[in-house]
């Protein structure tokens, strides 16, 4: 479970995202993964002509972006098109759903704390 500080700060990532990118429904750490990899691959976040397997890789550029703090990936470069590519660095943890869930919210309140806010 979220520390009660986290969850506020949760809570105001979902509010953010819903007011800015939301269509009326309750975004999910999946939408916000999404939001967070188009950032890191530097296009405008309401492009919606994204292939399946595109969004999939989106979500998979934001998951290592938020686990290199922790020393998970390493940003290796960018191919051709501007894609990142991180590298493992070291083995993730056997994690349940539950503490996996609690892992990323943390590492996307981190994110949102180092490069969103301007508090």
Do not use: T
């Not at 007011?19 to 939001?35: A, K, Q, S």
């Not at 595109?54 to 998951?63: F, N, P, S």
């Not at 994690?95 to 609690?102: F, H, T, Y």
């Amino acid at each position: 479970m979220l520390e009660q500080e986290n969850r506020n700060k949760w809570n105001r990532i979902i509010s953010f995202v819903k007011e800015r990118f939301g269509d009326g429904e309750e975004p999910d750490i999946d939408v916000v993964l999404f939001l967070i990899g188009v950032r890191e691959l530097g296009l405008p976040p309401k492009r919606k002509n994204f292939k399946k397997d595109q969004k999939l890789e989106l979500m998979h550029i934001a998951i290592c972006r938020l686990l290199s703090p922790y020393g998970y990936y390493e940003l290796i470069g960018q191919d051709q098109e501007g894609w990142p590519h991180y590298e493992l660095q070291k083995k993730l943890p056997h994690l349940k759903a539950g503490e996996q869930s609690i892992l990323m919210k943390e590492a996307v309140i981190r994110y949102f704390d180092e490069e969103i806010w301007e508090d």
